[in-house]
């Protein structure tokens, strides 16, 4: 069984700062894991994913993650919001024909 | 590549009646698809795992005679929503799995925009 927790409901940052998402996971193997943004009235976007190559994954628009097994962590970064990233954001783990999203973040990137 | 679409993107249906939606790999071939299930402001909702040429599993508390999944082929799949109620009203999203071919892999899925579904 697999299921994967999105610590925070609501992130909300300043335009320049640091983006912090977090995302821990629960997996009987070794999973596969992704982050999703889904913007208003749009369809989900792959930003990374990772599949046990390289711990550190660097996705679209200057997003990244860390997969750190021993604290079952997949957490998503970014040096500095834009705007444009004000969005939902789904941490997501897969394994064979099996998919499951987190409850989402949505993060608010102020002026 | 690792196109998916969905049709309609948007229906409105009377009480009663029944809704089909379309999802298609446009550019490869799709083993596996997945429909999910949106509620505003909540995460997406697994309802089933279809499989070309196979019978569709459907998750726990998802009625199968109600959402009707077939996967005809390896680039549609089809949700039909029969007798819909205005409780089946919400965001209904696709996703698509194919075989490795160049940087498609199997363990990413692809998703569709979702359809909107309203049942008056």
């Known amino acids: 069984a697999q299921s994967v927790t999105q610590l925070d409901s609501h992130v909300s940052v300043s335009e320049g700062t640091p983006v912090l998402l977090r995302c821990n996971y629960s997996s009987s193997y070794s999973p596969s894991l992704f982050w999703y943004v889904q913007h208003p009235n749009k369809g989900l976007q792959l930003l990374l994913k990772?599949?046990?190559?390289?711990?550190l994954v660097k996705g679209i628009n200057g997003f990244e993650a860390e997969f750190k097994k021993s604290e079952t962590s997949f957490h998503l970064t970014k040096p500095s919001a834009h705007m444009s990233d004000a969005a939902e954001y789904f941490c997501?783990?897969?394994?064979?024909?099996?998919?499951?999203f987190g409850a989402g973040t949505r993060l608010t990137v102020k002026p | 590549g690792a196109v998916v679409s969905q049709h309609p993107s948007w229906v409105i249906c009377k009480s009663g009646t029944s809704v089909k939606i379309e999802c298609r790999s446009l550019?490869?071939?799709?083993?596996?698809m997945f429909w999910y299930r949106q509620f505003p402001k909540q995460s997406l909702m697994l309802m089933a795992t279809s499989n070309e040429g196979s019978k569709a599993t459907y998750e726990q508390g998802v009625e199968k005679d109600k959402f009707l999944i077939n996967h005809a082929s390896l680039t549609l799949s089809t949700l039909t929503v029969t007798s819909a109620h205005p409780e089946d009203s919400s965001f209904y999203i696709c996703s698509a799995g194919g075989p490795t071919s160049g940087d498609i892999s199997t363990d990413t899925q692809y998703f569709g925009p979702g359809t909107r579904l309203t049942v008056l």
């Open positions: 997501v783990v897969s394994g064979v024909n099996d998919m499951r």
């Open positions: 990772y599949t046990s190559a390289a711990t």
């Open positions: 550019d490869f071939q799709a083993t596996t």
